[in-house]
């Protein structure tokens, strides 16, 4: 399951990009040559500091789930998120684009999805084996965002994203767990 969708109100945004730019140049910030998947990015941790926010109260109230973490991200030029899931972390990972410069590209959400069954129409050629492909996580899906937009998916969707080529984008990456 992926979806997009505007679950904060302009308010809520604005209320995000002041608390980043609050704390972009504080010890909450830090940059990292990598960090798990993450390659060239900076992460400011909103975890414990700020797990009360009330945008992040209102995201778990929303989805009906319990705030597992959250942190900003900024991917500039070079910066990539590589494929991975968020099993082990989150039942549901949200991706809100807080901010980008207009000169943006590369930063996209990538989605890795299985291959459906479909239709062969034509010739096959491939090394033997790779014929049986099928629901295999070998098809690429580009999820692009508008500021303000999040992305929504369950902790066992493969995805990334792809180099940044110029300018900049920040997220606000938050991981929500079932409540038990």
């Known amino acids: 399951m992926v979806k997009k969708q505007k679950i904060l109100s302009d308010d809520q945004l604005s209320e995000l990009q002041d608390l980043y730019a609050r704390l972009k140049n504080t010890k909450y910030c830090r940059f990292f040559n990598q960090w798990d998947n993450l390659y060239d990015v900076s992460r400011t941790q909103l975890w414990p500091a700020f797990k009360d926010h009330e945008v992040l109260n209102y995201l778990c109230e929303h989805f009906g789930m319990t705030y597992e973490n959250s942190y900003f991200l900024s991917y500039t030029r070079g910066s990539f998120t590589a494929t ?18 207009d000169d943006l590209i590369g930063g996209d959400v990538i989605v890795i999805k ?53 300018g900049e984008r920040i997220v606000l990456v938050t991981w929500l767990k079932e409540k038990v």
């Open 84 to 101: 991975h899931v968020d099993t082990d972390k989150a039942n549901l990972t949200l991706i809100t684009l807080i901010d980008k410069t």
């Open 114 to 166: 299985p291959l459906p069954k479909r239709e062969l129409r034509g010739e096959f050629r491939g090394k033997e084996g790779t014929r049986a492909r099928v629901g295999k996580l070998i098809v690429p899906e580009v999820w692009p965002q508008e500021v303000g937009e999040s992305l929504i998916y369950d902790g066992g969707t493969t995805h990334g994203v792809t180099r940044v080529k110029k």
